[in-house]
């Protein structure tokens, strides 16, 4: 029996990260998916899926908090005529998570509570297999046993939960151990290299050449311009002019889709570039517009406590207006 999305009269859309858009948008994709769970999950299990029943089931467990730092996927495969759930979560915090498993054991019960909820007759649990995909600089070295988390005597053992979770720390795996579809080798050199100095050489040389290799171009085109948002705005070590150059100088060459994406690139180049600056003057607008109402709203109870007959000094006090301010306001109002 399957896990389905709880019905609600009105869904509020989460912000989503900047990275959790480029996750959902390429790990929504089915193949995508099962390009990943073939390439990187044990042969045992990998030969018992049935990949014709793979389904995603629940888009994310997390709360708004950890919504910030995590992405999440709820998979449901059959394994030899059982169900089987798999549970991706992607870390985007630049350090690993001391107590991951803990966050996995509450993510698992949450599923579990639904399925029991949705499968009234269940007898038994399905088997959940917890996956991180982690691209932080540090190297992950957290225990990923749950049991280990526990300093207790070996005769405790039967009354501590235990399991494992499956770890792919791809910061630090060499380029060469990327494997699996094109798109899902695009994804995972792009999160391994958005926060370093070598990203625009790898866009250049190496990630960019990958869409080339698609034969749905037009598919292709899609991912493209999911993956130029993100970059637009997580890397912030990536000039505009230098992506510009870089996408240009590929994709130009590379069919009549390909030149059309260049183009409206160029065009967006330049938008992003202006949309950046409105947003930088927005925000200092707002600020000047805060300023001035707050100072607007100081102006105005100063006066009224004038009205009152309170001393000068005690009005500059109290409101945070400079005293020749408040003397400016005796005169005007006599």
Known sequence: MAVKKEKKKKPVRKPRSLHDEVVKEYFSDIEIAKSFFKEYLPADIVNNLDFNRLRICK????????AKYFSDILYQVNLN?????????IDHKSREEPFMGFQFLKYMVRIWELYLKQNKKAESLPVIIPIVIYHGPRKWEVDKRFILFFDAPGYL??????????????????????????????????????FTPELNYKLREEIFPLFLELKDKKKGTEYLEVLLRYLTRSARGLPEKELNESVTQLFEEGGDLMQTIAEKWKREGIKIGEKRGEKRGEERGEKRGEKRGIKKKAIETAKNLLAMGIDVDKIAKATGIKKEEVEKLVSTNH
């Open 59 to 66: 888009d994310t467990f997390l709360n708004k908090k950890l």
């Open 81 to 89: 005529n059982i169900s089987l759930f798999i549970y991706l979560l």
């Open 157 to 194: 053992r039967d009354y501590i939960p235990d399991f494992n979770y499956r770890l792919y720390d791809i910061s630090h795996v060499p380029d060469e151990e990327i494997k699996g579809a094109v798109l899902l080798r695009v994804l995972f050199m792009t999160l391994k290299y958005v």
